[in-house]
């Protein structure tokens, strides 16, 4: 509660994890290759400015994302995922993210049960021509994460010994 | 509960047939009163075999090994056991004319201190769904129900659920008998392994199993059974079936009532899409 009342970041799922002075969240993009990508790409070219805390992976589809890429981003930098595709409608492949849209619903609940907050993995749909909704998503989500503070759990390096 | 004598019978009569090269049943231990599976490979075996509501495992989980491959099998299933069956005739790992299945209309099996199951006291399907023959009187079918104990974690605080869920995974110890035991996981080479990464390769903490139980459970989601083969096997005795029975929950109440292993055909929640799905909490 101390720490609370100095006005620190604490992690929300175990307070007793101060965040160090000036800490920055770390958050992984896995983004689509045909929109998501292509949008996040066109917020560039059209000089829009976005909170340089997004590291971007880029997949083929939304459907490429296996849960366990956000297991795997969340136990060892991340302290939160974004994954974003096409529109519904709009896939490449004519139906993979609806299929990818059932896999996130299950993993962001899954995970919320085991004990992270929901916010911690976040999912959006971008489309190539939606620079400025870039932008907005992750000024979002980087905004939402900075409030949850450092994530702690299960992380690979401290059990490397 | 007891059809003993039925089944041998019936094994006894199959083998006389020649119907069969391989009958997968229960057998005592032979040191208390609870049964192992056991393989039974002729006619003068027959007396070894048991069936009585101490028959707890999952037989389906021998048709993925060698000791059946590409044999005439057959084998007792009851309604959980049918569900997973049902699964690997849907996936193409068994064919159903090598099989001969005894199903059990079933009351439910009790654990080693003598106490009714608890998927068995909130069971939807008691009576096998796929079979050649039924032993028993059938139920009628149950409604869905949310666990109780899922109630009360769910219900928790997210600091209360994260920590109970550190203690189950730190007393994990990493043997995968869950994955082994699990009659629906039968790749034979599985991604938790990780045999060319260090990073997780050989690793026995509670990260490491961490990565194991989630990706094993979100692999399992929508196709779990609720058979707690799992269980039966954890040596650390972990309530595993936390995790499946609240990936059950979330796809039955989202994904327009899916239930898997139903109905022969029915592929898992993944498999298939429907544009009513939500979409609320994607930005």
């Given at each position: 509660m101390e720490a609370v009342a100095n006005n620190q970041l604490v992690s929300?799922?175990?307070?007793?994890i101060v965040a160090p002075p000036n800490w920055e969240p770390v958050i992984i993009g896995i983004l689509c290759n045909w929109c998501s990508y292509a949008g996040s790409d066109l917020t560039g070219t059209s000089r829009i400015q976005y909170p340089p805390n997004i590291r971007i992976i880029r997949v083929p589809c939304s459907s490429r994302v296996d849960p366990w890429f956000l297991i795997k981003s969340l136990q060892t930098t991340a302290d939160g995922v974004l994954v974003s595709g096409c529109h519904p409608g709009d896939c490449h492949y004519i139906t993979g993210n609806y299929f990818a849209r059932r896999r996130f619903l299950v993993t962001k609940k899954l995970l919320s049960f085991v004990g992270f907050h929901e916010d911690r993995v976040q999912f959006s749909w971008v489309s190539a021509a939606e620079g400025p909704k870039f932008a907005k998503v992750v000024a979002k989500v980087t905004e939402d994460i900075k409030k949850l503070g450092p994530l702690h759990l299960y992380k690979k390096e401290n059990f490397d010994k | 509960m007891d059809y003993t004598k039925q089944i041998q019978e019936i094994v006894a009569k199959l083998f006389a047939e020649d119907k069969i090269d391989v009958f997968a049943g229960y057998r005592m231990t032979g040191f208390d009163e609870n049964q192992v599976p056991v393989l039974i490979q002729s006619s003068g075996e027959v007396s070894r075999l048991v069936f009585n509501d101490k028959s707890v495992f999952n037989l389906c989980n021998y048709l993925k090994y060698d000791h059946t491959r590409n044999k005439r099998v057959g084998l007792v299933v009851k309604g959980c056991d049918s569900r997973s069956l049902n699964l690997l005739l849907t996936e193409g790992q068994v064919k159903r004319e090598r099989l001969y299945i005894v199903g059990i209309a079933c009351d439910g099996v009790v654990d080693e201190q003598g106490n009714k199951m608890q998927n068995c006291e909130e069971c939807m399907f008691p009576d096998a769904l796929v079979y050649d023959e039924l032993l028993g009187t059938q139920h009628p079918e149950g409604k869905y129900k949310v666990n109780s104990d899922i109630k009360e974690l769910a219900s928790k605080g997210l600091v209360e659920r994260r920590a109970y869920f550190e203690e189950i995974f730190e007393s994990?110890?990493?043997?995968?008998a869950c994955r082994h035991s699990c009659p629906l996981c039968y790749c034979t080479k599985c991604c938790i392994d990780q045999e060319t990464s260090k990073l997780y390769n050989g690793a026995n903490n509670t990260s490491s199993a961490f990565h194991a139980l989630m990706t094993w459970s979100l692999h399992l989601a929508g196709r779990c059974v609720d058979c707690r083969n799992c269980e039966k096997a954890c040596p650390s005795h972990l309530p595993l079936h936390l995790l499946h029975k609240w990936n059950e929950r979330v796809i039955y109440e989202n994904f327009q009532e899916h239930l898997s292993g139903v109905k022969e055909g029915d592929r898992g929640a993944f498999y298939k899409y429907s544009l009513q799905d939500p979409d609320d909490f994607i930005m």
């Open positions: 929300i799922e175990k307070p007793e | 994990c110890i990493r043997c995968n």
